[in-house]
């Protein structure tokens, strides 16, 4: 094998003058490092199990490696079968191997184009559902119109246990980590009412003539595990228009059948593009504020349109608040404004001109309302 290797060698004992790298009917082949040796490379291969969104580096978001198989003939030269595709976790559903066109590559700096005898392809879906029994990140919600903060609901990745009431970490007993420690097998997260490794928050922030100013925070509470290349995916109807994220990377991707528009941010390297996990003194956490451009023919800060349809964390759909939870404007005010200084003079000339005899101060009472609408003042 070249660009991977198959995790268990198996029984080798027949071969006696060249031992096979593996020699399992069914194996089980995995990604080699970013550091593997040379001569154990391939083109597109060694990226650790973990290759990168198309839309964020099309140069890393494939992985690919080479097997070859002894003791074939055209007689018995068949496709794989039960392909399974297990990274980076549970969660894939692959369909039937098919046989397509051969597949062409080029050596000789490209010169040399070579064909490929058979090719086979399957298509496989990801579903976070068959991933995770529980989501594993949550969103919460906050305007500058309104004091109220719309928190993640309660038990968005599982309730807390009675017993963990008074500590500060807790274990998801539901989710696994593909990794040797038993105790690291399940995320150990910090203590929350939302239980969710991951929060994201969208807070709108102001509101100018032409734009709008939104701040978004991701917030990591796993203690034990750090996020690497991540990206947060947001449908909202204001990213139809120019936007501008000022410590994020983003990209406006393509919407189909919706009206809203999908933006996409991940890290800049080197500066943010590593989510740090929790320790008991603090959060790890990234944020970004984001300036977006108004189409003044469907800007509207009423009924909740401010705020974010769907958000997805590393392509996890995140659980949203209940919409009748959102932050909303006020319908109108209820302030009392006093009366004005010169409204108060007149009053005061008017009771000075009667007779002396007759005249008397009498409590007098004014006050306006203001009241929102289209024909107040």
Not at 124 to 148: D, E, G, M, Q
Not at 201 to 220: A, E, F, G, P, Q
Request: a negative charge; one cysteine or more.
């Amino acid at each position: 094998m070249s660009g991977a290797f198959a995790t268990t060698q198996g029984d080798c004992s027949q071969f006696k003058s060249q031992t096979p790298h593996s020699c399992k009917r069914s194996p089980v082949i995995a990604d080699l490092m970013p550091d593997a040796p040379p001569e154990s490379r391939t083109d597109g291969c060694c990226h650790g199990g973990l290759i990168a969104s198309w839309a964020v580096n099309p140069s890393k978001s494939f992985s690919s490696f080479e097997m070859k198989v002894g003791n074939l003939s055209d007689s018995n030269l068949k496709g794989p079968v039960n392909l399974t595709l297990l990274a980076p976790g549970p969660g894939y559903t692959c369909g039937l191997v098919e046989e397509t066109d051969p597949s062409v590559s080029y050596d000789i700096g490209g010169r040399r184009q070579v064909q490929a005898y058979k090719t086979w392809k399957s298509t496989c879906t990801y579903s976070s559902f068959i991933a995770n029994r529980a989501p594993t990140c949550c969103v919460s919600l906050s305007t500058f119109y309104n004091p109220k903060v719309t928190p993640c609901p309660d038990c968005s990745c599982g309730c807390r246990e009675e017993t963990d009431q008074n500590t500060l970490s807790c274990i998801r007993e539901d989710s696994f980590s593909p990794q040797s420690d038993p105790l690291a097998s399940h995320d150990i997260v910090r203590c929350t009412d939302h239980m969710c490794p991951v929060r994201v928050h969208w807070h709108v922030m102001k509101n100018y003539l032409t734009h709008w100013r939104v701040k978004l925070t991701i917030s990591n509470y796993n203690y034990n595990r750090k996020y690497f290349n991540w990206n947060v995916l947001v449908q909202h109807p204001g990213f139809s228009q120019t936007s501008t994220a000022y410590s994020f990377n983003s990209t406006m991707l393509p919407s189909y059948d919706f009206s809203d528009g999908v933006a996409l941010f991940w890290g800049i390297e080197y500066y943010n593009d590593e989510l740090l996990n929790s320790d008991e003194y603090q959060i790890g956490s990234v944020s970004t504020e984001i300036l977006l451009k108004k189409d003044l023919h469907s800007f509207t800060l009423a009924s909740g349109w401010a705020l974010p349809r769907r958000i997805y964390f590393n392509g996890e759909n995140c659980q949203m608040p209940l919409p009748d939870t959102f932050p909303r404007l006020p319908n109108h005010s209820t302030n009392q404004k006093p009366a004005h200084p010169l409204f108060l003079l007149l009053i005061y000339l008017i009771f000075k001109t009667q007779s002396p005899n007759v005249w008397f101060w009498q409590p007098l009472e004014v006050s306006f309302q203001a009241e929102t609408g289209p024909n107040s003042l």
